[in-house]
């Protein structure tokens, strides 16, 4: 058991991919695992044989938005043969009551959730109960026997009837920046502008639909420690969250997340089948597993809904004189989760007067929680859709409306950039596109029955760097063992980590193997934010330097070393060997270094952001995104038949992951322009499209040609390897672009999301 657990964390390399370097195209190390069933996720690992047998659990979920639970009958369920038990609030093991103890490590302001903690009520769908038994069917079949009882109370879900009770965060999370202060006079310069446009834009609930449902499957060994294997972005974050929940040793906890089937935001914090599968596991002292069903994973966070007004103003010549934004947003009652959302507004274009606002109302809805470019996704659609509408009433080009008003610095914080390479995106992306040949006025391409337009937009994000640490262990023969508490949430960890390892010492991709997913590994942050390459990427290069330095050392010390009297500087670590930089015939093979050693060479780094050096700079990745629509005038149907996506993160780890990442981003852009939104019927406070056949997500026959562009870029204030982040990126601006493009197509501007095709017929704005 032990061997192939650790043969499942540590996939092998594709074979004969030889020396690699930063930037190639590879590909991914764990692609064959994948691919031949190998890679084993949260739900498909059991117990040892030595061991009982696996329970499984299945949760009921609650019917009502508001309330309590009076009762619940659990009789029927039972007396199904082969359930072992039916774990609700009055019968659930011992579990701790104060909120810092519910807290995972990205937790928001309040007090969080707790998983049949008492009778209370906060959201439909919320876990009522679990039934465990035998077998999954046993479990499943009992489960819609149990019967609940509720006192139901009135319940509010709707935003837009609730924004006159609109407040500003008061419970604020750690890494939110609230707006910053008024700058200038934005409102008095407005009201005097020549030119202005004020415009509400709507964004409807998002719900993640990642391949992998959520799934937590605890191995109870027989001295009581806890092997859990769970879907998360962070095995530590999950550690952590029973830890505290449970009142358990940390010793006594190991979380594993080898492979993780999409996250995107939604695998941040720990979900409720990870603690109702730990009750059942303390209860029963028994091995269970918890699966939740596609209707399920729509019963915690989303994309919060949210409302938003702008006001720009400029000058006759295009110069923007003010910006005014301000956002409402949904949260749950028990939390304050917030976003940044309106901060984009004062950092992209060069203005002296600005003013941001940003406030939640809170709701009977679960929290809502981080989706992929959480805050921009909204915020930066709702501006460069502004940005659009103002160039249509300057009659100026959107592109030179943006070059007209380039920032140089950061407008609100007044600080230089690390690096952008904004301008350059503008510029190859719309050359790739045919941007000059675009007409100004809207409506005038047509093709058949179809009209045509062609929209563009920015897109920004940040540029996050957070702490790790790694390990690493050069053997005799030459392999190298790098290991960290990362994750690989289906954005390439594996091979990038291996390529960062396999070029600073100069050995084939086959050699390297990187270990993440388990909860003893070195202390790594969750993964999120497009910071994990920027972040953990300087750990291994960090913990691979040190390597280099011992080893160049033995290399010196070797009798008759050509390399006696050479510095490190003077060396390279290249195709197995040590060698000079300027004389490359002069060599030491590595093997030979390492020959007779009595125990593998081994090194620890503790990577730490230079937040002295960092805080003077604002820190980003942009990107330009340039979108062909197709419209059916008649039918309201929008085709995205062209995206080019010009973008700059800094320096490319891996060339194909990285690409396919922003191909990714651009396709649930799409999703968020004209597919994606979760309804509630508000009589029951429920969302009702809790399925794939009804909540539409993008298919192939929606995309067609993505063309992505990587600006060069090295960023050295953001990471030691010049690496920024790509997994948020993508997505940001698609949405407006396309927006964008449906006005140039149709002379009618649509301003809310998705962009269905009765909003594109009727035209009508927050609809």
């Given at each position: ?417 690390s690096t952008k390479e904004l301008r350059e995106c503008y510029l190859q992306g719309a050359q790739r596109f045919g941007w000059e040949n675009r007409p100004l006025e809207p409506g005038t391409m047509r093709e058949g029955r179809e009209l045509i337009g062609w929209g563009m937009a920015t897109g920004m994000w940040d540029a996050m760097q957070m702490f790790a640490r790694a390990s690493a262990v050069l053997h005799a023969d030459g392999s190298l063992v790098v290991s960290s508490a990362a ?281």
């Amino acid at each position: 058991m032990t061997e192939l657990i650790h043969a499942l964390r540590t996939p092998s390399a594709d074979p004969g991919t030889g020396q690699v370097q930063i930037g190639d195209a590879v590909s991914r190390v764990d692609g064959r695992d994948k691919v031949t069933g190998q890679a084993r996720y949260a739900a498909e690992y059991t117990p040892d044989a030595t061991e009982a047998g696996l329970l499984y659990g299945v949760v009921v979920s609650g019917a009502i938005a508001r309330g309590h639970i009076k009762a619940i009958d659990t009789e029927a369920a039972l007396a199904v043969p082969g359930v072992v038990d039916v774990i609700w609030h009055h019968n659930r093991p011992k579990i701790r009551s104060f909120d810092i103890f519910y807290k995972d490590m990205t937790a928001p302001g309040g007090s969080p959730y707790r998983p049949l903690y008492d009778s209370e009520v906060h959201y439909s769908g919320q876990p009522v109960a679990l039934v465990v038994a035998e077998t999954f069917e046993a479990a499943r079949h009992a489960a819609a026997l149990v019967r609940v009882e509720y006192d139901v109370q009135p319940h509010e879900t709707y935003l837009l009837e609730h924004q006159g009770r609109a407040k500003k965060p008061s419970r604020l999370k750690a890494g939110y920046t609230p707006p910053p202060d008024v700058k200038g006079h934005p409102d008095e310069v407005w009201d005097k502008a020549a030119v202005k446009i004020e415009a509400s834009y709507y964004s409807g609930v998002e719900h993640h639909n990642p391949l992998e449902m959520f799934a937590t499957t605890v191995i109870h060994g027989a001295d009581g420690h806890l092997t859990i294997y769970d879907k998360t972005q962070s095995s530590q974050n999950s550690r952590w969250y029973v830890s505290h929940v449970f009142g358990l040793s940390k010793d006594k906890v190991t979380v594993r997340n080898p492979y993780v089937g999409g996250a995107f935001g939604s695998g941040l914090r720990p979900q409720y089948q990870l603690p109702l599968a730990v009750m059942a596991a303390l209860k029963l002292e028994r091995s269970v597993r918890v699966v939740l069903t596609r209707q399920q994973m729509f019963t915690f966070g989303h994309r919060p809904e949210t409302q938003q007004r702008l006001k720009l103003s400029a000058d006759a010549d295009g110069t923007l004189t003010s910006i005014v934004h301000e956002a409402v947003a949904e949260t749950s009652r028990y939390e304050d989760y917030v976003e940044v959302v309106v901060n984009w507004s004062g950092e992209l274009y060069a203005c002296e007067h600005i003013r941001l606002g940003y406030k939640i109302v809170d709701l009977d809805h679960a929290s809502p929680m981080d989706m992929r470019a959480p805050g921009a996704a909204h915020g930066v659609h709702a501006l460069e859709v502004a940005m659009d509408e103002l160039s249509y009433a300057l009659n100026m080009d959107p592109l030179a409306l943006r070059l007209k008003n380039y920032a140089e610095i950061d407008p609100t914080h007044g600080l230089p950039y690390s690096t952008k390479e904004l301008r350059e995106c503008y510029l190859q992306g719309a050359q790739r596109f045919g941007w000059e040949n675009r007409p100004l006025e809207p409506g005038t391409m047509r093709e058949g029955r179809e009209l045509i337009g062609w929209g563009m937009a920015t897109g920004m994000w940040d540029a996050m760097q957070m702490f790790a640490r790694a390990s690493a262990v050069l053997h005799a023969d030459g392999s190298l063992v790098v290991s960290s508490a990362a994750s690989d949430i289906g954005t390439g960890t594996y091979t990038a980590m291996s390529i960062i390892a396999a070029e600073a010492l100069g050995l084939p991709l086959e050699k390297v193997r990187f270990q993440l997913g388990d909860s003893t590994l070195p202390v790594a942050p969750i993964e999120g934010g497009s910071s994990h390459v920027a972040t953990v990427g300087s750990a291994v290069a960090g913990v691979c330097e040190k390597l280099q330095k011992t080893v160049f050392k033995r290399a010196k010390d070797m009798p008759g070393s050509p390399l006696a009297t050479a510095r490190l500087a003077d060396v390279e670590f290249v195709d197995g060997v040590i060698r000079l930089r300027n004389i490359p015939g002069t060599s030491v093979p590595l093997t030979q270094v390492l020959a007779g050693i009595d125990e593998p060479l081994e090194e620890k780094y503790l990577m730490l952001p230079n937040m002295l050096k960092q805080m003077k700079f604002q820190r980003a990745t942009h990107s330009a995104v340039f979108v062909e629509v197709r419209v059916d005038p008649e039918f309201g149907t929008v085709r995205v038949t062209r995206v080019v996506s010009a973008v700059a993160a800094g320096r490319i780890i891996n060339a194909k992951t990285a690409r396919s990442q922003i191909i990714g981003g651009v396709v649930w852009g799409i999703g968020q322009a004209l597919h994606e939104e979760t309804h509630c019927d508000h009589r029951l406070g429920r969302f009702m499209n809790h399925n794939l056949s009804e909540y539409h997500v993008s298919v192939n026959a929606d995309i067609h040609d993505i063309d992505v562009i990587f600006v060069k870029e090295d960023d050295r204030i953001v990471s030691r390897i010049g690496a920024k982040g790509v997994g948020e990126i993508g997505q940001v601006g698609v949405a407006a672009a396309v927006c964008n493009a449906i006005y140039h197509a149709t002379g009618q501007r649509v301003r809310s999301t998705p962009m269905t095709p009765e909003k594109v017929m009727r035209g009508r704005a927050g609809e």
